[in-house]
């Protein structure tokens, strides 16, 4: 089982609802999540994994807590 | 030529002498206008034995093409003299509406030299231009500056000014624009530079259009580009450039406890959204802007009651906030408040505070040698007290008005935790979150700034197809960081010269638009590897004005603390950056030599022999 956060100023930023967005799975990478869940672009978020900002193809292992930051620019 | 009006003002504050120059049309074409024209210029009336604060330090506010037309972002102008606080090549970008006003004077820019003998002020009504004394202005801070050019010359006057800190000839003290708005050039020191001159204020009243060559081609542009910018860019608009600051944290990227350590959970406490949440009021945009990022904020009651104007951006709550420990949104921002109407740059004294802070807890400051401040970390009441001995250039303010370096050079063992490059501090970005941005920081003419290869825009979610990079590149991606600079900084040199904000790119704006408004606005054809080169020529001739000042590879350095301390966050782990192998590669794309020297050939190509 893996576990799916979404910050609220993204969920706000982009209008997303965590209660109705798809889960990841394990063995699937980031990029490929975000392309099946609908949740945004890649352009708009930061994926963090465990608490660490990951690469997109880094691939979910059971366990994992998965949360969306907005890759909002700063400065 | 379309788009500029060929003439650039001229005023000797030594004798009162104001003219118009009217360069030949190749300095327009060779250096587009805003930063390129400047070190141009900068390069042309100065040298070596040139004093930043004497008179024969000239300072150059420039505008673009774009400044005064409906590009978006374009409400922009740059600020070129050689810095009082680095020694080196100095400029310095502000947004808000002073930009627009000066273009719409009928001028491309204004040169100022000399030095005057009372406080004075710049008064330019279109044709009309007149040196009048400062009057009841000398001693007041930048929104009362303002507001009285205002009240005195009508509502469409705009003002480049500065505040006390820069009458006292603060190093790091700066020139603020938009009153209340704090539209600062913040970086350089150039509040001393005007200091020096007892020049208070440019103040320019505007109503003129420069002619567009193919308007309609423009307002095409507009309609395609601004839908797109505007989505691309709601992040920004929404919460500002402090709407990074929980994101910057998880990242590894946000200065903590003056650049010594990884992770700080209580940025969460200072993030645009707490903004949004709490004290802001509305959004602010600079002429011609669809983004809108600048915050308006109002903190009506508590200890720090009394802010109503500019909200603080990333760059300060990561300074005031990480740097410092201080969790505190509101007294950060009523500290960067006392920062915007002083005239001070939020970023160095964040800086200096944190560096003051590490010096109390080390023992190299003592409570009384910090005038009585218990300078903890994370106490806000040292935060403020210390902005506070800053901004009015008192007590140990005028340490740390020195700025960190000049702090390096007065107390003993304190370098090998002051944070800057060539005299300037960092922002708040780390090169140990990005590898890119540590060889961007070492190569920047002007010192540590993010700003000047913004290669790290790269690295998270901006392209630029025209030079291979279809996608964002990977963090810590080995090699390549020399090519990504070096196409980074062209564009953004570029940029900086046609007046555009840099937020753009994180809108979809790339060099092909770029072209495309240029002809656009001037009728010039041009093309991505024309305008590139031109981006490119501009880069060199700054790193040719510092080669003449003696700076050499030696100077392409990190600070110690950077190089040898791992943040040890789970957003960048162990890493440090490994600076050589970088600048051996970017040497090589730049063609210059193995000691950073543009060669012969380059300099050539570039038409800057
Ligand atoms: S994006 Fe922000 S800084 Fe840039 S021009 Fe617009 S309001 Fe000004």
Redesign the interface.
């Given at each position: 089982m893996i576990k799916l956060k979404i910050?609220?100023?993204y969920a706000?930023?982009?209008g997303v609802d965590e209660s109705s967005v798809l889960m990841p799975s394990a063995g699937e990478t980031i990029r490929d999540y975000v392309v099946r869940s609908g949740i945004g672009k890649?352009?708009?978020i930061?994926p963090?994994v465990?608490?660490?900002?990951k690469?997109?193809d880094y691939s979910f292992s059971e366990g994992d807590v998965l949360?969306i930051?907005?890759?909002?620019?700063?400065? | 030529m379309k788009g500029y009006w060929g003439r650039i003002l001229s005023i000797d504050l030594s004798d009162s002498a104001i003219t118009a120059i009217t360069p030949d049309e190749r300095l327009y074409r060779d250096y587009i206008g805003g930063s390129g024209i400047g070190a141009r210029l900068l390069y042309d009336m100065t040298g070596p034995e040139t004093d930043p604060l004497g008179p024969d330090n000239p300072i150059i506010w420039m505008t673009g093409p774009f400044t005064g037309t409906k590009v978006p972002t374009s409400g922009r102008h740059q600020i070129t003299s050689r810095s009082p606080l680095t020694g080196i090549f100095g400029e310095s970008d502000a947004g808000g509406r002073f930009g627009t006003a000066l273009k719409r004077s009928g001028w491309d820019g204004v040169i100022v030299k000399g030095m005057s003998d009372k406080p004075v002020i710049i008064v330019i009504r279109d044709d009309k231009v007149t040196i009048e004394p400062a009057g009841g202005v000398w001693g007041k801070d930048t929104f009362y500056t303002d507001k009285h050019m205002k009240e005195r010359f009508g509502p469409s006057c705009e003002t480049s000014c500065i505040g006390v800190a820069g009458e006292k000839l603060v190093p790091i003290s700066c020139i603020g624009h938009d009153g209340e708005n704090a539209r600062m050039a913040g970086r350089c020191g150039f509040g001393a530079v005007m200091g020096s001159k007892k020049l208070k204020a440019v103040a320019v009243i505007g109503n003129r259009e420069t002619e567009i060559a193919d308007p309609e081609r423009l307002m095409a542009q507009q309609k395609k580009m601004v839908p797109i910018i505007v989505e691309k860019t709601k992040g920004m608009h929404l919460l500002g450039t402090a709407g990074g600051t929980a994101a910057a944290e998880k990242m590894g990227d946000i200065p903590v406890q003056n650049w010594r350590r990884g992770n700080w959970p209580d940025a969460e406490k200072i993030t645009g959204q707490v903004m949004a949440d709490t004290i802001l009021t509305k959004n602010y945009y600079c002429a011609s802007c669809p983004i809108g990022c600048g915050r308006d904020v109002e903190i009506k009651n508590g200890k720090w009651a009394g802010v109503k104007g500019a909200g603080p951006e990333y760059e300060t709550l990561g300074l005031m906030g990480g740097s410092c420990l201080v969790n505190d949104l509101e007294a950060i921002t009523y500290a960067a408040d006392l920062c915007n109407r002083h005239g001070v740059d939020t970023i160095e004294a964040g800086s200096a505070v944190a560096m003051a802070m590490e010096c109390f807890e080390k023992g190299f400051l003592s409570r009384d040698e910090l005038d009585g401040i218990n300078a903890e970390w994370g106490s806000a009441e040292a935060l403020v007290a210390l902005t506070e001995k800053i901004c009015s250039a008192e007590g140990v303010g005028k340490l740390l008005g020195l700025g960190v370096a000049g702090m390096a050079r007065k107390i003993p063992g304190a370098e090998s935790f002051a944070v800057h490059v060539k005299g300037l501090t960092f922002p708040a970005h780390d090169p140990r979150c990005f590898n890119t941005l540590a060889l961007g920081y070492a190569t920047s003419n002007r010192g540590a700034c993010h700003l000047s290869s913004s290669a790290y825009f790269f690295e998270k979610t901006a392209v630029m197809p025209e030079f291979g990079y279809e996608k964002p590149r990977q963090r810590y991606t080995e090699g390549g960081e020399g090519l990504l600079n070096f196409h980074a900084q062209n564009l953004m040199g570029l940029m900086d010269s046609l007046k555009m904000c840099k937020f753009t790119i994180y809108g979809g704006v790339n060099v092909t638009e770029i072209c495309e408004w240029y002809e656009a606005v001037t009728g010039i054809k041009t093309s991505v590897k024309e305008m590139a080169e031109t981006g490119e020529r501009i880069f060199n001739l700054k790193r040719l004005y510092n080669i003449r000042l003696g700076l050499r590879r030696k100077d392409d350095r990190l600070p110690e603390r950077i190089l040898s301390t791992p943040r040890r966050d789970e957003g960048t782990g162990d890493y440090t950056p490994d600076l050589e192998p970088m600048l051996d590669e970017y040497y090589r794309v730049r063609g210059w030599d193995d000691d950073g020297v543009p060669k012969p050939e380059t300099i050539e190509r570039l038409g800057l022999s």
């Open positions: 910050r609220p100023e706000v930023l982009y890649e352009e708009n930061l963090v465990n608490n660490r900002a690469p997109w949360e930051y907005p890759m909002a620019a700063s400065g | -």
